[in-house]
Each structure stands twice: as C-alpha cells, then as structure tokens.
C-alpha cells in the first residue's frame, strides 16, 4: 500500500529530450567554441527560511524542524518541503544485491552480497541549474562540507576561467541552455559536498545498484539487466549508440526509469557512488588506480559498449577526476523522512 | 586439348599494391612486404585507386587501438560514415580490439614481424547520394618497426613503400607523456618526420602535399588536449609545432582517447599491466574526416 502510494507521486513529465530531440549543445569548451550563454544570477530572499528553501537545502530545513515551525510562515514551508522531497525522491524497496569482485564480472564469478535496506534515492541526477546554488552560495568556500583531505587541493577546482565551479563551466557559470542537463565536470569530493550542503548524501554502490536491478525482496527472485527489463533498448537511455553524442536533460529518456520514476539510472552520465572502487583479475590480485578510486556507475552518453552500461557493470574513476560523462544523485536514509514512512 | 609434352602457361603474375614486387597470383600475401594479396586482388576489382592512409607514430602510442576504434566506429555508422569491410581479413584487427577492449583488456601489441601485421581495406563513403566513395587501405603496423626503419632506413622496405605512396597520414603522438614533460614524442615525432622528408626528398622550403592529422593520444590523461590541441601542441610539443609548420602544407592537430578510466594490476611476475575500465571513445572521427576532406 505504502508502496503503491509513494510509487505513484512519481509520475514522470513528458518526455521532452527523446532520441529525436534537436542535439544539445556540448559544453562550449568541448565544442572548441567561444559560445557560451551564461545563467543568471538567481535573486535570494532575506528570509533565512524562504532562502534555505530556495536553495533546495530541504533536509537542512528538516534538521532543525522545530526550530522553523515557530519562524514566521514556517509551517507552510515545512509542509512544501515534504512535498517536494517526496516529489524528487523515490523510495527504493529492501533487497540483496551481489556486487562482482572481478574485472570481468562474468556471472558465477565472486561476488560480495549485500543487503540493502530501503532509502530513497532522488527520481534525476542533480541538474546544472541546482548545483549552480551551490557555487553561488559559496560552496567551495565552506570548509563543513569537505573532508580536511581535500581542503588542499580545493584551489583546484576550478572552471574553465579560474573561479570555483564545475570543469566545463565559466566564469562560475553554467551554460543557461544546459540549466536542465545533469552537472558533469565535477569530482566525487564536490559531488559529496553538494550532498551535505542540501543535508543528503550518495548513494552506496549498493543501493545504486538496488535501484537499477530491482532486486526486491519478492517471491520473484528477479534482477534486471536495465532499469526497464532485460533488454538494451537505444530509445530507453543515452549511451553511445543512441548517437545523440552529449548529455540529455535529466526528464529526458522517461521510458527507460526503473519501476519507481527513477530516471537515467543507465546512460546519460556516470553517477559517483559513495564507495571506493575495488577490483581483483581473475588471479585475485588487486587492481589499483594512480590514486584513490571511486566507484561510478550507469554509463554515459559515450559508454560505447552495451555491456558497460548495465545494472551490473562496476567501474571506478579517480576521486579528483572531473570528466566530461560524469555526474550523480543524491540519496538519504528512510528514517530522515518519517511522514513518508508515516512516523 | 592439352598433352604432356606441352610446355606449361606461365604464371600469372600480380604487382603488390603496396611495394610493386610481381606475386604469383596464388600467393596470399606478397613475397616482398607480406600485405594481404587478397588486398590486391580486391584493389585491381575496384574501379577506383585505393587510397593508403598510414597510422603512425612510436611503439606503445595507441595505434592499434585507434586504428581498430576506427574501424568499428566507421562500422557502426559513426557521423554519417559508411563503410564496408572488402574481405573477412580486414575485420581481423577491429575484431581483435575490440574483443579486447570489451573484456576490459588492451590488444597485444603488435607484433614486429610484418607478416604478423593486420591490414584493413575499407571501402568508406558518407551516407548521401553522390559521396565520393573512399577506397581505404590501412595497416597496422608495429611501433617498434617504425623506429627502426627511422632509425635506419630500408630496415623495413615496407614502411618506406607505405610512406610514398601515403595518400594521408594520422601521425599518433602521446599526450600524456607530453604532458608529463617527457621529450621522447617531441622527438620521435620529429625523426619521423625527417624520415617522411628523406622518403618523399622534399627540398629544402618545399612543403609536404600530403595531409597529416597530429593526434595527440590518450588524451584522457590530460584534458588540456581536448581543450585545445594546437595550443597544447604549440607548448608541450614545441619541436613538432615546428617541423609541422616547415614540412607540411596540410596538418592539424587533435586530441583522441579511448579509455574512459584506466586501471592497474600486475602480472605473476610483478609487472605492471594497465587495464581499460571502461571505454568512452573521443576524438576518434575527427581526425579521419579530415584527412578525408583533403585527400
């Protein structure tokens, strides 16, 4: 019941970027051009509230839940908060996943099993426009939402001219025409730092794969290949042999959601997973990258090959990389939204 | 009717494509330079000259795998493109890579023996009435080979026939050792080059006719490259820049990587082995088309 009513929220919009869709622009850098149309500036409120609200920062404003009720205003922004994470965010049920701890992942190979409890996982990956309140709001200066590790190298992320902000971006802006394309160019740290600035979090490996599989815990024992079924269908998602050659917006490719609504679990971008990427040969022996690894997952628009774009496939990235196909999504516990739960 | 005591007809005979040695026609591949004399035959069937596009560059560049992604690329239609493999030996090296690459691993290197080498004959055309249609010859020849005939030439004759009769070249230089400040591309590619001149006796102020697409290799590694090849190019290969800029009347610069992330293990005997994690091809197109558009 709990199921079919939280499942049922998530009705996807139309499908505004299909396989058809005029081609979007590839970030200006990537294209070699100098055309570049920069986002405005959003105007923020004065009001603490409204602002935190603005911002999309919906799980901070929760935190401090009763502290809000009494601000003027505060409980009707409490009750649209609700309301809009439970638009953004699907509940992915409990299941057991096996993660492959081979390079070549063939079936019957190792694999390390894994309960996933249930969590809720947001319906798209976060867009250019949400990630551009998070630059304008200071975030690379706000030391909470980096691990010490990182705060030397921060300097270093900057955008094509020097300022704070994605690889592909200018002048600490993203393209306007891009507004609802995922946020690519952005290492794991700063996909993690966004997610504790909104008060969420990634997705572990696990529920990431949870969430493309459809492992439920059922008398069906049934894991799928892709997020709609078991087989590649090129209209279903962005990946190399759907030719659109850059990223899509995030509505896009609605046909290929898991069950839940979730959109673009494969192609489109890579997504950061929380974890570190570990692997063996099929001699058990380690296989390492030039630095620490981080697991990402989906494939993107340029996964040119099927197999590397599925449920299964593991794959990692340098944690300081920020390559052109790869994003995320954010994710948080069940217990962090109790009224969905009906706590 | 003919009798015992007939003298036999003489042979035919085939001139190679690629060195013009006469091959007896049975022969499947040429005495002199072992190309495929399949290639040939397909060669004289054909209406049209074929065009010999060399991929070149040092021992462990990429060449294989470019050549190969290539390939499958322009199998799988990429930008428009048609193309159509002339004989089940020409899919050999884009079936290799790409068998490869799909199970994680790079191809073996290739092997300096030239009758080990991989040659494609590709008959390519854009999808749209009236394309010219492009009669591709390519091998696949070894790094170490290249070096070698550079660095003493006529070592393999069969370099040096490819070189003259190169109707366009994509010259593979390794980005991310540029950019790690290592001098050995700026130089291979230098010597290459000089080799290129001795071959085709340019004089001195005379420019080389024959386009050459500069790629610089496994850019992944270094994203300025994708950025801006000529400026890369210009400051990390300055003696390349250089020599392209004297030596050629057609050339331009790019930027192509296969691997979208690279990891390492070792092997029992504690070498270091890279392996593809995944593959998100990326400037692979570019460079052939324009060498296309110029031939």
Redesign the interface.
């Known amino acids: 019941m709990l199921l079919t009513k939280i499942f049922s929220r998530h009705k996807p919009k139309p499908q505004t970027g299909k396989r058809s869709d005029k081609k979007a622009p590839l970030p200006a850098s990537a294209m070699g051009t100098d055309e570049f149309v920069p986002a405005p500036r959003e105007a923020l409120d004065a009001d603490p509230l409204r602002r935190l609200y603005q911002q999309g920062r919906f799980n901070v404003i929760l935190n401090d839940e009763a502290l809000w009720r009494s601000h003027p205003g505060g409980a009707a922004i409490l009750q649209e908060v609700k309301k809009e994470l439970e638009q953004r965010m699907a509940l992915v049920p409990a299941g057991t996943v096996g993660l492959p701890q081979t390079l070549s992942g063939q079936p019957g190979g190792p694999e390390k099993e894994v309960e996933v409890a249930p969590f809720l996982l947001c319906c798209h990956p976060v867009t250019n426009a949400r990630y551009q309140r998070f630059v304008d709001a200071g975030g690379y200066d706000d030391l909470d939402c980096w691990p010490e590790e990182i705060w030397p190298h921060l300097i270093e992320l900057k955008d094509l001219t020097g300022h704070p902000g994605p690889r592909f971006w200018r002048n600490g802006r993203h393209d306007a025409r891009m507004a609802d394309h995922p946020v690519v160019g952005v290492s794991w740290y700063e996909a993690q730092a966004y997610g504790i600035w909104i008060g969420q979090r990634l997705p572990t490996e696990a529920e990431w794969q949870m969430a493309a599989s459809w492992h439920i815990k059922s008398s069906a024992d049934l894991m799928r290949r892709f997020p709609w079924g078991d087989s590649l269908d090129i209209t279903r998602c962005n990946i190399w042999s759907s030719r659109l050659g850059t990223t899509a917006p995030v509505t896009a490719y609605a046909k290929g959601s898991a069950p839940n609504h979730v959109t673009q679990l494969v192609g489109n971008v890579w997504e950061w997973a929380d974890d570190e990427f570990g692997v063996t040969d099929d001699a058990g022996r380690a296989i390492v990258g030039e630095v620490a690894m981080h697991v990402v997952r989906g494939g993107a628009f340029d996964t040119y090959f099927e197999t590397q774009a599925t449920s299964f496939f593991r794959t990692g990235q340098l944690a300081l990389a920020r390559p052109l196909n790869t994003g995320f999504r954010c994710a948080m516990d069940l217990g962090d939204a109790p009224w969905i739960t009906g706590g | 009717m003919t009798t015992a005591t007939e003298p036999m007809r003489p042979m035919t005979s085939m001139p190679c494509l690629i060195c013009e040695t006469q091959n007896p026609a049975e022969s499947l591949v040429c005495t002199n330079c072992f190309a495929p004399m399949a290639l040939i035959q397909e060669a004289v069937a054909q209406d049209r000259d074929p065009c010999i596009v060399t991929v070149i560059g040092d021992s462990n560049v990429g060449k294989t795998v470019y050549l190969g992604m290539l390939l499958d690329m322009l199998s799988?239609r990429a930008d428009d493109f048609d193309a159509l493999p002339k004989g089940a030996y020409s899919v050999n090296l884009q079936h290799n890579v790409i068998s490869h690459?799909?199970?994680?691993q790079f191809p073996p290197k290739t092997a300096m023996e030239v009758d080990q080498w991989l040659w494609a004959y590709y008959q390519v055309a854009r999808r749209k009435r009236g394309a010219r249609i492009y009669d591709l010859v390519m091998p696949d020849m070894a790094g170490e080979a290249i070096a070698a005939e550079v660095a003493t030439p006529r070592t393999f004759a069969v370099i040096r026939s490819l070189m003259e009769k190169s109707a366009g070249a994509i010259l593979l230089v390794d980005g991310a050792l540029a950019a790690a400040g290592s001098p050995q591309p700026d130089f291979f590619a230098l010597k290459l080059i000089s080799y290129m001149d001795g071959v085709l006796a340019l004089k001195h102020g005379e420019k080389l006719d024959t386009p050459v697409a500069v790629v610089l290799s496994k850019a992944?590694h270094c994203?300025d490259c994708?950025?801006?090849p000529r400026l890369f190019a210009q400051t990390n290969l300055n003696r390349l820049w250089n020599i392209c800029e004297t030596r050629f009347r057609h050339y331009e610069f790019f930027a192509a990587s296969v691997v979208?992330?690279?990891?390492?293990?070792?092997d029992?005997y504690n070498n270091v082995i890279p392996?593809p994690?995944?593959?998100?091809?990326?400037g692979i197109m570019e460079p052939f088309e324009w060498v296309l558009s110029k031939l």
């Open positions: 799988k690459l799909s199970a994680r992944d994203p994708f950025e801006n979208g992330s690279l990891g390492y293990g070792t029992e392996y994690l995944h593959v998100a091809p990326r």
